[in-house]
């Protein structure tokens, strides 16, 4: 079911980098570094839990070739892919996308535990 007024479902054509049958790539509109980009399925639904297997090939296809667009416009040093199932997990749009979130040295100041600074005091940890 299409929640209203669904920014990914109402796309301008002329945003989409690269697309395929079942999914397309944009710039992120609150990128957090350059070269940000969202996977996204055209058909609307809000989990990864509920994508087809067509959908989740398209989707990792497209972010090795997402991937390759970026370290030849941006070259930067690392990657975040993230992607957020539920509001409580930070889901503000019901609609899945990944982000595919170039790093750069520098760009924070320890970016020791990536992704797991979701949960800030979390992030930090040391490996026995």
Do not use: W
Not at 72 to 100: C, E, S, W
């Amino acid at each position: 079911m299409q929640q209203s007024k669904c920014p990914f479902c109402e796309i301008n054509s002329d945003e989409i980098i690269f697309k395929d049958k079942f999914c397309y790539v944009i710039y992120d509109r609150y990128p957090v570094n350059k070269g940000h980009l969202l996977i996204i399925p055209f058909r609307h639904f809000s989990s990864f839990f509920d994508s087809t297997k067509d959908e989740r090939e398209s989707i990792l296809q497209l972010i090795d070739i997402s991937k390759d667009f970026i370290d030849r416009q941006y070259m930067p040093d690392g990657y975040n892919i993230g992607v957020n199932i539920g509001k409580d997990a930070g889901q503000t749009i019901m609609h899945l996308h990944f982000h595919l979130i170039p790093r750069f040295k520098g760009d924070i100041a320890d970016p020791t535990g990536g992704v797991r600074g979701v949960i800030p005091e979390k992030r930090v940890y040391k490996i026995n």
